[in-house]
């Protein structure tokens, strides 16, 4: 009997392993597949536009002695693209690829993430939806930091949700919650989420030193960054672009309703195009209501604390300033599909209950995760399409701004002043000092003021910038230029309707 069931365990055991070996080995090929397939993308994006340029700066400023600060940002996502230039030379490429490699890390670490909630074979389910993201797909090849950030706050998940009584793993959490904050400077919300966790474990807080070990963590983290900017700028939440950026970014909260609704509503747009999560409100109650996982409640409690919260700011922001993009919300996308991947399994097992016959079960669960799956994939492919036809214009007008930019390089002096409507890319593209256009209408009554002042040898305009203005028109076009002013370069994408031009000022 003994030796039965001594043989018995070990063929489980065997099964398991064998199992667990096959999963490491589909979630490895999945990964392996979307890094080549963004590799072949990359070929096809030679140019950065404005938000990516000033992370490429900030992380040549770190390499020419600086500290690379950034506007909303940590310092972190720049520091790694430095670190991997040391090895493979700077450029737009080693950005580009640094968001490559963190895109392909999201699908195992997520993998492991959702093995943890609900077995090996969901995992791999959950790794396989996430490779068909049009967010991690448009992320994989932008040098922005959401990827990074997004990475990072699931590493902390991954963690918390292991921790128990480790004091160790705890301390881990509260490091890597810190280094969220200095991606991205919205991470202090994840760290307001740990607090208000911390508040339902209360009850159990000498057990948990694990907990104060983690705070300490964080303060630990964080403390150098505020140390530097307290010595050099004098605040230790100092954030800029230093001489990369002389105009940092105006940001409002909505105050009314009418603009609150209007942010809920886009941001729930842009959740529609990322996640097909038919099932999310039902997972969301079923996870933290059943019984297997009432160890979990407040882990889940802070998962959707993060949620709410992430999601609550995006609609706040994006009801005044009406610019709702993939990127501004995806940091809390791959939980959303977690919780589709919960409703599939809490289907799986009712279909289990409800059929009498095992294989009747099977079959009507694996048509119903089948029409979920092309579901899912249509509406990724519809956005990944949509991510496509809407940056063709982004991307077109890219490369011709890029062109213009080498050829002021190649044909001004290097103390040549520019003056263009965008600072970062103008900037990293052409080596020279810029100022910023104005672009409000009423800023630009005294334009040529505004050129002899900051003694402008050059001015650059394209259709982004210019077709909104009367007056920029005049000398997109070619119309009513001061004789002083003199066209040195020209191109247009006429698939796209994009024109920029560049005028020498004698």
Known sequence: ????????????????????????????????????????????????????????????????????????????????????????????????????????????????????L??????????????LNPGVF?????????????????????????????KVLWGFAGFFMGLVYLTRYVGALLILCFLIFIFLKIGNLRHEKGLLIAILMIFIVLLPDFYIKTVLFGNPFHQGYTQYYVRPTEFHLAITFRELAGGITASLKVLVLLVTSIGVLFSISYIILKKDHKKNR???????????????????????????????????????????????????????????????????????????IIIFS??????????????????????????????????????????????????????????VLPLKEQEQTNLLQFFDENSVNYFIIDTRYGQKSPLYRKFLYQTEVPNNFHLVFEKAEDTIGYVVVVYKIC
């Not at 919260?309 to 300033?321: C, E, K, N, Q, W």
């Not at 001004?412 to 000092?433: C, L, M, W, Y």
Request: with cysteine; hydrophobic share 50%.
């Open 378 to 435: 249509s509406a990724s492919s519809f956005g990944t399409f949509s991510l496509i036809g809407g940056n063709q214009i982004s991307e077109g007008g890219a490369r011709a701004y890029k062109d213009a930019c080498l050829w002021i390089n190649e044909n001004s002096n290097e103390d040549a002043i520019v003056a263009a409507p965008i600072q970062g890319s103008t900037r990293f593209h052409s080596k020279r000092t810029v100022v």
């Open 298 to 372: 407040e882990f889940f409690i802070f998962l959707l604390l993060w949620i709410c919260i992430h999601f609550t700011l995006h609609a706040l922001y994006t009801g005044v300033s009406l610019h709702s993009r993939i990127r501004y919300i995806f940091p809390i996308t791959p939980f959303l599909i977690s919780f589709s991947i919960g409703f599939l399994k809490s289907s799986y097992e009712n279909m289990n209950k409800l059929f009498s016959k095992k294989d009747v079960a099977h079959n009507s669960f694996t048509v119903f995760a089948l029409l979920f």
């Open 138 to 166: 448009w992320l994989s090849y932008m040098v922005l930091t959401e990827g990074l950030f997004t990475l990072v706050v699931l590493l902390v998940f991954v963690i918390i949700n292991r921790t128990e009584n480790s």
């Open 1 to 116: 009997m003994n030796k039965s069931h001594t043989t018995l365990s070990r063929a489980l055991t065997g099964t398991s392993i064998l199992f667990e070996k096959r999963s490491t080995l589909i979630v490895s090929i999945i990964s392996v597949l979307f890094f080549v397939s963004r590799l072949l993308i990359l070929q096809n994006h030679q140019a950065t536009w404005a938000d990516e340029s000033h992370f490429l700066l900030a992380a040549e400023d770190i390499l020419n002695g600086g500290v690379g600060v950034s506007f909303f940002h940590g310092e972190l996502y720049q520091c790694i693209i430095a670190a991997f230039s040391l090895f493979i030379g700077f450029s737009f490429f080693t950005g580009k690829l640094t968001s490559t490699i963190v895109a392909t890390l999201l699908i195992p670490l997520f993998y492991m993430f959702n093995k943890q």
């Open 118 to 131: 609900f077995g090996r074979k969901w995992g791999v389910v959950a790794a396989f939806l996430l490779s």
